[in-house]
Structure formats: structure tokens, C-alpha cells
């Protein structure tokens, strides 16, 4: 068999060995030949090896099957389910917040520099034109607000397993974001990533000038990022993997080996081959074959 189909529940649901059972009865109607269910986690993730039969009708024939259950699935070759290079982005994805959002905060225009956001990451505004309004609105704040902003900073749940658990495997994790490296840089040393790369904010004399750094890092230079790591690794785009959740993380997600829409926006779920809607970021180890038990807590 040489493919296998991934079966998740979020924190919060039981995966019941008769919802596995039905995934697999669903394969065997098309003509697959399905082994006996493989679990890595007891009542959160299962394994159903397969063959015969192309993984993209096999995960549509499960997601038909149990149009009730809340579950992530996957569906994919075996041989290359594990990833040795991850580009995550980092808002919304890595981190829970999008932190140009909360430095409007300090200015008082935290909800309309979020609109702009959301339409930029809907892919319904230009991303780089997004980035200089959303800054030119900081102009005048104090670079000190940069420390009192991070202090709100929270983690994904499953970010600090996902890194530390690929990175004691041997995969090199890099945090790629549209948003700006004096965050990036503290979420790679949180977290554990290996490289960052970020936007730069213009500050004279301590003062934000409302003016970005040029060239702004946006969806082509994401795509870039993803391709030169994994030169620079040299490991094939089919043991690559991806994850982010807005229109700039599309392009590396259909380039890369794997690339996950994480509780994405509409337009980015819609044509990412891949999507977790309603588990945390471990729903990525599980889909690469790890057993809970081989989680790591922390970088060593």
C-alpha cells in the first residue's frame, strides 16, 4: 500500500473507531485496497494505509463518508509524508495575533487597521499596498510600544510541539512572515525556528516614520523563501511543507511537498490541497506519521 489517509480530531472530540471504520468501508467501495487502521494518538488520530486508488479520491471519498464528524483529514503518499524543511508563517498561524493590528491599538485604530488586514489576507486588496497603509497610520509612535506590544504575543496551540518535534527529527523549520522582523526575530527564539525573515519598519530617532523597508517581503518572496531553503538544504519540494492562513501564504503552499491552509481565510481554503479547520498545529505531525508519544515539548 502506498498511500495512507490521515484521520484527526481537535482537542475537544473523541475519534470513535466507528468513525475510522466508515472512513476505511468508504475507500473499499471505490476499489482500494485499505490495511487495518494505525493509531497514533487513541481517540484523536488515526492512520488508514491504502492503495489503489489516487489520495485526493480517497480524501474526498472520506470527507463524503462523515460529513458529520469535526475531523482534519488527510490523504497522501507514504513514502514522503515526512518533511524535512517547514516555512511557516507567522500571524494567525505560528503566533494568535497579527501584531500591526495591535500596534493600531496604540493609536487608536486597532479595529480599522484590522479591516484592511482581513481583506488583505482574503486576497481582496493588494498585500503590499495593505502593508504601507496599515504602517503610514503608526507614523509618530514610539518605538518602545514595540516591547509593550510583544507582551501580548500568544502562542498556537501544538506551535512549540510542531517545531521542537521536526527540528529533534532532523527537518530545518524556518518562520517566513509578511509581518515584521522585531517580531519575527522573538518568535524564531521563542519558538525554536532555525532562520526568520520579516518586513522591516522605519524607525528614525525612536520614532516610527509610517514608512516600510523596501522591498516588502510578500507572496512571491514566500514562494522565494521556500524555494532557496530548500536548495540551501537540498531537500526535494516533495519533502517540503508549508503552513499559513492568508492569501501571501498561497503561492509557497501550492508549491511546497505539503502545504497547509491553517484555519484559513475562504479564498486560501478553497484552493490549498491541504487544510486543517478544526485542529491545532500538532494536526501536522500527526499528518506526517508521528506518534504522540514521539512529541517534543522544546527545542534541545
Known sequence: MNAVATL???????????VVLSARAALVALGADAGAPDWLAPGTACDLPFGNLAPEQAEAAIRHALSGPTLDIFAQPFATRRKRLLIADME??????????????????????????????????DFKEAVRERVALLKGLKESVIDEVWQRATLMPGAAQLIATMRANGAACVLVSGGFRCFTRKVRDWVGFNDDRGNGLE?????????VEEPILDKDSKLEALLAYAGEHR?????????????????????????????????????ARARVDHGDLTALLYAQGYRIDEFKDRVS
Do not use: F
Not at 12 to 18: G, P
Not at 203 to 211: A, F, Q, S
Not at 249 to 265: I, R
Open 203 to 211: 524607525i528614525v530617532d525612536g520614532v516610527m516614520t509610517g514608512l
Open 92 to 125: 494567525s498561524t505560528i503566533i494568535e495575533q497579527e501584531m500591526l493590528d495591535e500596534l493600531g491599538d496604540y493609536v487608536g485604530l486597532k479595529d480599522h487597521i484590522a479591516a484592511i488586514t482581513a481583506r488583505a489576507m482574503n486576497g481582496e486588496i
Open 235 to 271: 531537500v526535494p519540494m516533495v519533502e517540503t511543507m508549508a503552513v499559513g492562513d492568508g492569501a501571501n501564504d498561497l503561492p509557497m503552499l501550492l508549491a511546497a511537498g505539503l502545504g497547509v491552509a491553517y484555519h484559513a481565510k475562504p479564498s486560501v481554503a478553497a484552493e
Open 8 to 18: 484527526i480530531a481537535p482537542r475537544s472530540v473523541t475519534l470513535d473507531e466507528s
